[in-house]
């Protein structure tokens, strides 16, 4: 949650024992965009992730 709001994507309040979420100041399109930019550079990651050979196998 502490990501989202720190994007500006959400906001919080605490009241009493319960956190209520709203939709940040920020517009949908900001929304999408950041979370367009995040699933790219996961992506990116799993596709250098992929780039690593893959252990060999040793009969015992």
Same mark, same amino acid.
């Given at each position: 949650?502490?990501?989202? !709001? ?9 009241? !009493?024992?319960? $956190? ?5 100041? %920020? ?11 995040? %699933? %790219?550079?996961?992506?990116? $990651?799993?596709? %250098?992730?992929?780039?690593?050979? !893959? ?6």
């Amino acid at each position: 949650m502490h990501v989202l !709001e720190a994007a500006g994507l959400v906001t919080t309040e605490k009241v !009493e024992r319960v $956190r209520h979420c709203r939709l940040g100041p %920020r517009q949908l399109n900001d929304a999408a965009e950041w979370i367009a930019a995040c %699933r %790219r550079s996961l992506e990116d $990651r799993l596709d %250098r992730l992929g780039e690593f050979p !893959e252990p060999t196998k040793e009969s015992a």
